[in-house]
C-alpha cells in the first residue's frame, strides 16, 4: 500500500527563518512521482514540484529548494528566508501506477506553516 | 494562464438531494479528476476520468458518485443521494499527462444540511 506521511501537523515560524517541511513516503513501486501543492487561505490547490522516482537531483526555485533522497523515502520541502505570504497548507504526494493502468496520488495530510511577520 | 473552471463555489442542499458539482477543465487536457477534501484533512483522490471513460476509482467512489464529460468541455460529478458526510470541498483537475502535475480548479464547497 501507498503512504505519505508528513508529520508535522503545524510549525510557526518568524518571518525570514528558514523552515524544512518533511515527507517521508512508502511504495512498493519502483517508478512513482511525489508532488507537493500549496494551499493557500484562499483554498485552491498550487502544484509547486514534481520529481520522478529515477530522478534525485535536489531542485531549487528561488526561494524554494526541495530535497528527495531514496534511502530514506523522504521528499524534504525548504523554504529560505519565509516570508508572510508563504503561509498555507502544504501537502505531498505520491503518484503510483494503479493495477487499472492509471496513476493514483495518495496525499499526505499537509503541513500547516504559519509565518508571523 | 489556463485554468480550470469549477462551480458553483458554495453549493448547500438537504440530504437526500442530489446534485451535480460543474468543471470546466483546461482546453487541451486529457485526464480529469474530481478529488474530495473534508474540512481540515487531507485531499482524497475520488475517480479519474479518459477517452471518455472511468479509468480509476477509490474505494470512497461508490454507486452514489457519476461522472459524465456531457460536451467537449464540460466534466461533471453527480451525487445522488446526498449525506451529511459529503460535505467537503470538491477539487476537479485536469492535465495532459497522466503523471504530471494536475492543475486543480478552485474547488466547491458542498455543504449537506
Known amino acids: 500500500a501507498q503512504k505519505v506521511t508528513q508529520a508535522q501537523t503545524e510549525i510557526s515560524v518568524v518571518e525570514k527563518e528558514d523552515v524544512t517541511l518533511d515527507c517521508v513516503y512508502e511504495?512498493?513501486?519502483?517508478?512513482?512521482?511525489l508532488f507537493w501543492y500549496k494551499q493557500p487561505p484562499s483554498g485552491e490547490l498550487v502544484f509547486l514540484i514534481r520529481?520522478?522516482?529515477?530522478?534525485?537531483q535536489n531542485e531549487i526555485s528561488g526561494r524554494y529548494s526541495w530535497n528527495f533522497q531514496k534511502s530514506t523515502s523522504s521528499f524534504n520541502f525548504t523554504i529560505t528566508a519565509s516570508q508572510v505570504v508563504d503561509s498555507a497548507v502544504y501537502f505531498c504526494?505520491?503518484?503510483?501506477?494503479?493495477?487499472?493502468?492509471?496513476?493514483?496520488?495518495?496525499f499526505g495530510r499537509g503541513t500547516s506553516l504559519i509565518v508571523h511577520p | 494562464e489556463p485554468e480550470v473552471t469549477q462551480t458553483p463555489s458554495h453549493q448547500v442542499t438537504q440530504m437526500g438531494q442530489e446534485v451535480i458539482l460543474r468543471c470546466v477543465p483546461i482546453?487541451?487536457?486529457?485526464?480529469f479528476y474530481w478529488y474530495r477534501q473534508i474540512l481540515g484533512q487531507k485531499v482524497e483522490f475520488l475517480v479519474s476520468?479518459?477517452?471518455?471513460?472511468?479509468?480509476?476509482k477509490s474505494e470512497i467512489f461508490d454507486d452514489q458518485f457519476s461522472v459524465e464529460r456531457p460536451d467537449g468541455s464540460n466534466f461533471t460529478l453527480k451525487i445522488r443521494s446526498t449525506k451529511l458526510e459529503d460535505s467537503a470541498m470538491y477539487f476537479c483537475?485536469?492535465?495532459?499527462?497522466?503523471?504530471?502535475?494536475?492543475?486543480f480548479g478552485s474547488g466547491t464547497r458542498l455543504t449537506v444540511v
Open positions: 483537475a485536469s492535465s495532459d499527462d497522466r503523471v504530471y502535475g494536475y492543475t
Open positions: 511504495t512498493r513501486d519502483t517508478t512513482y512521482y
Open positions: 520529481r520522478n522516482s529515477f530522478d534525485e
Open positions: 504526494a505520491l503518484l503510483h501506477h494503479a493495477s487499472g493502468g492509471s496513476y493514483i496520488p495518495t
Open positions: 482546453s487541451n487536457h486529457l485526464y
Open positions: 476520468f479518459y477517452n471518455n471513460e472511468i479509468s480509476e
